[in-house]
């Protein structure tokens, strides 16, 4: 069974972030990725204004994982585990802004792009 | 019976493991030999960064082993929980014999890890200042900022450029109540300015008051923080807010968590922890104009600031 995943480009402190589904192809890329990820200790996500990452829920039959990708830093939660990698030069971060770019308007597209960067 | 911990992680468990008895004696003998590397446990607390912040040697239990015993023989008497790693051995480093013989005791520690570990405790760099209300602040040391943090106003003054002093207002410092573990991502900036803590994600001002911001602009927010109750004067036992706009886009606010001398801000950026810093670092809080205040901090991509609101509420409810 394919999973599917939503993505949540966390930007917004009152306002809803921008949200948006991936494809099934997609999701299964993300989720290759994401398993080739080498392991990294726990550490403290950014709390900032402004682009704070990617927040995206994957559901795989009954099981919803929640994976936090921020600053080369992937926090992946299930249940009660937390498992933390490592996102060499940020590709993973990069390669999920790009599934957004059809969805963000062009200034908050920029906005997370320039990050980055 | 003696118990080690390596203090490295933030979010998962430290790994633990205790230690045989003929580990005991060794260890007994090389911190004896070199009392120095013993710290309190809280000691440099603050400045210990994330990642390896040393090991903490705890006695879980009294019972004849060789530390039991060695401690009843001789004078040197070591505290029943202290922290290694943290100062330098003159010789053998009692925290390195200890992680070379942890795999002994069943404990795994992964290669990154080791590694961590093998680079050092790391000290953080002095904070800037205090980073909480409850800290001591010395007001000489308060720098001024480039540009002044907005002062309050008492309520008899003519004049109102900044926020009032409004003789009753209400504070709460309890950013530790929004973090809580079950409601810190279901809550927003606005829920806490409110102090209300409703596992709204995505409060809107008006909403509730029933006519909720129609743009992302200071005057249709201020719109819509009217539609809520909060107006532009003092009231009775009032909290008080302000409120910050990216154009277009989002709306901020911080709230007033401490009356004077230091008149301390939080924020909720989003569905991350409350805190009492801004993005760069900086404590909100100000003394006489030094300092800092959501006027002068820095706000990010959210530009604009509007204004300060008050409402004579201790939770002003939203939606």
């Known amino acids: 069974m394919s999973a599917s995943c939503e993505v949540e480009l966390d930007i917004f402190s009152g306002m809803p972030n921008p949200t948006w589904i991936l494809t099934n192809a997609a999701a299964d890329n993300f989720l290759k990725q994401l398993a080739a990820l080498p392991p990294t200790s726990a550490r403290e996500l950014s709390g900032n204004l402004g682009y704070r990452g990617f927040i995206v829920q994957c559901t795989e039959g009954e099981n919803t994982r929640l994976i936090r990708v921020q600053k080369g830093i992937v926090h992946i939660s299930e249940g009660e585990t937390n498992v933390y990698a490592y996102d060499a030069n940020r590709e993973l971060e990069r390669w999920v802004l790009n599934t957004g770019r059809s969805h963000l308007k062009d200034e908050i597209y920029q906005v997370a792009e320039r990050e980055l960067r | ?319």
Request: aromatic residues 12%; charged residues 20%.
């Open chain 2, 1 to 319: 019976m003696i118990e080690i911990e390596l203090d490295i992680f933030s979010g998962m468990p430290n790994p633990t493991w205790v230690l045989s008895r003929d580990q005991e004696g060794p260890l007994y003998e090389l911190l004896s030999a070199d009392t120095k590397q013993i710290s309190p446990v809280t000691r440099l607390s603050q400045r210990l960064g994330l990642g390896y912040r040393g090991l903490i040697v705890r006695r879980i239990k009294t019972d004849d082993g060789v530390w039991d015993k060695a401690l009843a023989r001789r004078r040197q008497r070591f505290p029943d929980e202290f922290r290694l790693g943290i100062t330098k051995a003159k010789k053998e480093s009692a925290a390195d014999w200890l992680i070379k013989t942890a795999d002994r005791q069943g404990a795994r520690i992964a290669d990154d890890v080791q590694e961590v570990v093998s680079r050092g405790v790391v000290i953080v760099p002095r904070p800037r200042g205090p980073i909480e209300p409850t800290a001591t602040i010395d007001r000489k040391s308060v720098k001024q900022a480039e540009v002044p943090a907005d002062a309050p106003y008492k309520p008899t003054d003519e004049e109102h450029k900044t926020w009032w002093a409004c003789g009753s207002n209400y504070f709460n410092a309890n950013a530790w109540w929004f973090n809580e573990a079950a409601h810190v991502t279901k809550n927003n900036c606005y829920c806490f300015a409110s102090n209300h803590r409703p596992d709204i994600r995505y409060a809107l001002p008006g909403l509730r008051g029933g006519h909720p911001a129609t743009a992302l602009t200071c005057g249709a927010v201020i719109d819509g923080l009217h539609a809520d109750g909060w107006t532009n004067g003092c009231q009775p036992n009032a909290l008080t807010i302000a409120l910050v706009i990216w154009p277009g886009n989002d709306y901020h606010f911080y709230r007033l968590v401490t009356g004077g001398p230091f008149w301390w801000w939080g924020h909720k950026p989003g569905g991350t922890p409350a805190k009492y810093t801004d993005d760069c670092g900086n404590p909100i809080y100000q003394y006489q104009g030094k300092g800092y205040a959501p006027n002068n901090i820095c706000r990010g991509p959210y530009i604009n600031f509007c204004d300060y609101f008050y409402q004579n509420n201790w939770t002003a409810f939203v939606a």
